[in-house]
């Protein structure tokens, strides 16, 4: 080697020094161009620097060929095996690991074999890999978090949050506390989930903390959905959008995928809008996360954009079995289909999962336990009637454990909640045909797998309440469930407005208008709560219910305590006149001046000027709130205090 050699071979340890590695390997190159040998050194200089700029499959065809020079070197042996997983060819990492020469008692053995391991995960080989941490330190912490990793991957959470704790007791780096809160979210146990992330965070180890911050803030966000504390998810998600704007790597697919989940409910065409992004800008075999591909297709059809859920599901057909879980993909298979034929392939699929729940349902009340009965008598209760369940047998070949029953219960409980989307498509079919009555009998088929949850109560109660006459009196009880379930913990406001509305007219139709005014007192009074205390920055419950029970009284004729009501549910005017509250208060003063004109209703001087009153207020507080769908034939745009005006004007010249 010539001097000049010498001198660049000097160079590369001092970029190797100063880690500017890139520099380094275009010298080593440019010598290998020169006619240098391929020694030794020289070509492990270069796989370091390769692996060192993460081009690992650079590195590892250069440790394949210093293996070639020094076939029994245990460090080469390691660097190709660590260079192969890390350039994701786990299937040939697999093989050199096995083929490996390292002893055990070499100090290198231990490193191969979680590589090995590692691998064989990534292939989805765990009980290969399982087996291979059996050669591996057993208190090492590397070893105990692999086997937590094996479980997780098994969805065996309970498994992995036990060897999570057991790693945790040798390292305290913050990444093992995050997965010790991604165990206890997986197990539902969210409470314990917040509190290990709010840990994190809190103490925040810069280093650490830095690297994997969007995993932290991302984990908590998901909990306090699941929690059903959508506002401090925004809020969680809103800090970490922030840090993005300062550090863009912080705004992966994840971040913008939940970014839009929290967002959904106020801004769902946004948030389509950034779960399509996601999905266009990655290849088709590779969501990531693989969660986005079912989201935006519940979202489309949420939105009634039955036709663009139909082209994204085909689209992505031939991945679509692997990207979804095996419940969402019948949901939206059977969707999809029904666009074109409404009852067969749904119904089929409806009584197939019906029947295997009812099986499931038996088969759980025959494991019951003696001692466990009055904790799982409710397992899927209808409403109706008593459990059937009998006495078990205390034969110890048919005896169960607890935490048998409670797992068996956990899968039924998952497995129902999977099943109610497919059960509500083919009833939406029945109710968009008009059928209420069907509707009813339809649900009540489904009663015993439903029981006397939330979506069985409010769908009953709505198919019950549209068929009117004496069934305005059936829908109560099912209103009332709904309420009741919800007025302990003060989160009425969490129920659909229409649901609340429709009891109040409900009850007035039956005669039982302290009932109603109690629940509207109940409605105003947490929302006025709320709106104090800063949960909720806007809501119109009390406004909708006081909107639904003024039409009726002016449908009935009861056109005083009619308007008065509508009056009331537009103030305040900032908070809640809006096009939608607008669209329906307009038709009853329509309604109202038509019986005016044709004389079949006297309006009295109070009643006049206080709708005067209420359209002064109105066109004050609506000058900018434009309406869309109202096509102009000037150039000015039309807001809800030009037609405000008008109605001003119409009443005016009614009352001459």
């Known amino acids: ?362 088969r759980l009340r025959s494991k019951k336990l003696p001692s466990t009965r009055a904790a799982t008598a409710s397992i899927r209760p209808t409403s109706s009637r008593p459990s059937s369940s009998r006495p078990m047998s205390s034969r110890p070949s048919t005896a169960v454990t607890q935490r048998d029953l409670a797992r068996a219960t956990k899968e039924f409980e998952i497995s129902v909640n999977e099943f109610v989307p497919l059960l509500m498509l083919q009833a939406k079919t029945l109710w968009d045909q008009g059928g209420y009555a069907k509707t009813e009998a339809f649900l009540q088929q489904h009663s015993e797998i439903l029981g006397d949850s939330d979506v069985f109560c409010e769908n009953m109660a709505h198919s019950l309440f549209l068929q009117q006459g004496d069934k305005f009196e059936e829908s109560i009880p099912y209103y009332e469930m709904l309420i009741n379930s919800h007025t302990e913990a003060s989160n009425l406001l969490e129920l659909p407005a229409m649901a609340l509305a429709n009891l109040c007219v409900a009850y007035i139709l039956t005669n039982q208008n302290e009932e109603a005014e109690a629940v509207m007192k109940a409605i105003a009074l947490e929302e006025d709560n709320a709106l104090a205390m800063g949960d909720v920055t806007e809501s119109y419950h009390n406004s909708i219910v006081n909107l639904a029970v003024g039409t009726l009284y002016c449908e009935r004729g009861n056109y005083d305590f009619g308007i008065s009501r509508i009056i009331k549910s537009l103030e305040p005017f900032d908070k809640n006149l809006s096009p939608d509250t607008w669209f329906y208060t307009k038709r009853c003063f329509l309604a109202l001046a038509s019986k005016i004109s044709k004389l079949m209703f006297m309006m009295n001087d109070v009643m006049l000027h206080e709708i005067i009153d209420f359209f002064d207020d109105v066109t004050a507080e609506g000058t900018n709130i434009v309406l869309d769908d109202i096509i102009s034939l000037t150039d000015q745009p039309i807001t809800i205090a030009s037609e405000s005006r008008q109605l001003k004007q119409l009443f005016m010249t009614l009352s001459k």
């Open 1 to 362: 080697m010539t001097l000049r050699h010498h001198s660049l071979t000097s160079r590369v340890y001092s970029c190797i020094r100063d880690c500017k590695y890139d520099v380094g390997i275009k010298i080593l190159q440019s010598l290998l161009e020169d006619g240098v040998p391929r020694q030794r050194e020289l070509l492990s200089l270069l796989a370091y620097c390769f692996y060192q700029e993460e081009d690992y499959l650079r590195s590892s065809e250069i440790y394949e060929e210093l293996l070639e020079m020094c076939p029994s070197s245990e460090q080469y042996q390691l660097y190709y095996v660590q260079s192969l997983v890390h350039a994701e060819s786990f299937i040939d990492a697999s093989r050199a690991a096995v083929s490996s020469t390292v002893l055990p008692s070499s100090p290198f053995f231990h490193q191969i074999k979680l590589l090995q391991a590692q691998a064989e995960m990534e292939q989805g080989l765990l009980l290969e890999a399982a087996a291979t941490l059996k050669h591996c330190i057993e208190e090492d912490t590397d070893t105990v978090l692999s086997l937590a990793a094996i479980h997780f991957r098994n969805k065996d959470y309970a498994s992995a949050l036990d060897k999570y704790l057991d790693a945790r007791s040798l390292d305290d780096r913050p990444i093992i506390a995050y997965f010790i809160a991604l165990c206890h979210y997986h197990l539902e146990d969210y409470e314990m989930a917040l509190s290990a992330v709010n840990d994190i965070i809190e103490t925040r180890v810069e280093d650490d903390f830095e690297d994997n911050s969007c995993l932290y803030y991302n984990l908590k966000a998901s909990i306090l959905y699941a929690m059903k504390d959508v506002k401090a998810a925004k809020a969680t998600m809103k800090e970490l959008m922030d840090m993005g704007e300062e550090e863009e790597d912080l705004l992966d697919a994840v971040t913008m995928h939940n970014d839009a989940i929290v967002k959904f409910d106020t801004d769902p065409a946004a948030a389509i809008q950034k779960l399509q992004c996601i999905i266009t800008s990655q290849p088709l075999h590779e969501f990531y996360p693989s969660e986005a591909f079912g989201n935006i297709l519940i979202m489309l059809l949420n939105q009634g954009h039955e036709d663009l859920a139909s082209e994204t599901f085909e689209a992505y057909k031939h991945v679509a079995p692997e990207l979804l879980p095996h419940e969402t993909y019948s949901y939206v298979q059977a969707a999809v289909t029904s666009m074109t034929s409404p009852t067969e392939t749904l119904e089929r699929s409806v009584v197939e999962r019906a029947k295997r729940l009812k099986l499931e349902m038996k």
